[in-house]
Nanobody
Framework: QVQLVESGGGAVQAGGSLRLSCAAS????????MGWYRQTPGKERELVAS???????NYADSVKGRFTVSRDNTKNTVYLQIDSLKPEDTAVYYC??????WGQGTQVTVSS
């Protein structure tokens, strides 16, 4: 069984930064892709960033230049560095491994 645990969320002012972590544990036969998603009440979860096993990254247009996804293979952890935070970044952020496993989410709240 694979478990994902997100951490690093919090309440910050606009312009600030946060680094979210997604730690994976359990039996992972192959790391294909880890995606970071976010969701606000009443809206669908949206993909904001992803990183593949080969290290390729992809970002939603709305976060390009502000979000950076990275991996630490030694720790089985994927990070999402969020800079220049905006109030519209307020959401619950989730990580998802191989289009299958979800973490429990971490809340990010940005005040103006």
């Amino acid at each position: 069984q694979v478990q994902l645990v997100e951490s690093g969320g919090g309440a910050v002012q606009a312009g600030g930064s946060l680094r979210l972590s997604c730690a994976a544990s359990g039996t992972i036969f192959r790391f294909i892709v880890m995606g970071w998603y976010r969701q606000t009440p009443g809206k669908e979860r949206e993909l904001v960033a992803s990183i593949t096993g080969a290290g390729s990254t992809n970002y939603a247009d709305s976060v390009k230049g502000r979000f950076t996804v990275s991996r630490d293979n030694t720790k089985n952890t994927v990070y999402l560095q969020i800079d220049s935070l905006k109030p519209e970044d307020t959401a619950v952020y989730y990580c998802r491994l191989n289009y299958q496993y979800w973490g429990q989410g971490t809340q990010v709240t940005v005040s103006s």
